[in-house]
């Protein structure tokens, strides 16, 4: 699976340490999971394309490198996925925004979708889908099949936390897709949530139950 990227940095570690304790509340929950999207897509927009072009300095003018080509769209799995928006964005301001609705069936885990709108030429654009969470992976899997049916093609996926069993089903349902996950946990319990995880990350998120 060499499609996946855990990242290893003390920051990201920390945050979702505080992420996972349930006395963290709403406020401090939403802060967290922006400042966590945001070093993350520090490394997930690692390769973004850069050219060489000529700037004048208060002291002479030089060739010095400057981010161009493909425009990059940030794609929210709703809910929860909406909590990392902002985050990636304070890197990349100009980033156009699509919404994917997707809730999981309480019974069979199967997600339902309810809502798509994409950016236009989304076919040349650079993609990320944030999640916070990637469980039995349905969810994923799904968003990004629409995206693919739109015409995407140069799709990155972005969790906070992973199963390996979702890691597992996205990786190898979208083999060209590169994932970065913030932690990978141990397993799923018996409701398909995370184990140790975070709870249910839409209702951290937005304070509801
Ligand atoms: C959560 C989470 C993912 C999905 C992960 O959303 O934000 O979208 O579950 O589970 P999976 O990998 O097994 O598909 P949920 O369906 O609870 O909707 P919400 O974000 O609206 O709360
Ligand atoms: N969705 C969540 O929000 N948390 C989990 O642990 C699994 C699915």
Known sequence: ????????????????????????????????????????????????????????????????????????????????????????????PSAKIGHIGLYRDEITYEPREYYCKLPDAIDERIIIVTDPMLATGGSAVDAIGQIKKHGGKNIKFMCIIAAPEGLKNLSESHPDVQIYVGQQDRGLNENAYIRPGLGDAGDRIFGTK
């Open 1 to 92: 699976m060499d499609n996946i990227t855990i990242l290893d940095h003390p920051l990201i570690k920390h945050k979702i340490s505080m992420l996972r304790d349930k006395q963290t509340g709403t406020n401090e929950f939403r802060k967290l999971v922006g400042e966590v999207a945001m070093l993350m897509g520090y490394e997930a927009l690692r390769d973004l394309p850069l050219e060489e072009v000529e700037v004048e300095t208060p002291i002479e003018t030089c060739m010095t490198p400057m981010l161009t080509g493909r425009k990059i769209a940030i794609i929210p799995i709703l809910r929860a996925g909406l909590g990392m928006v902002d985050g990636l964005l304070s890197l990349y």
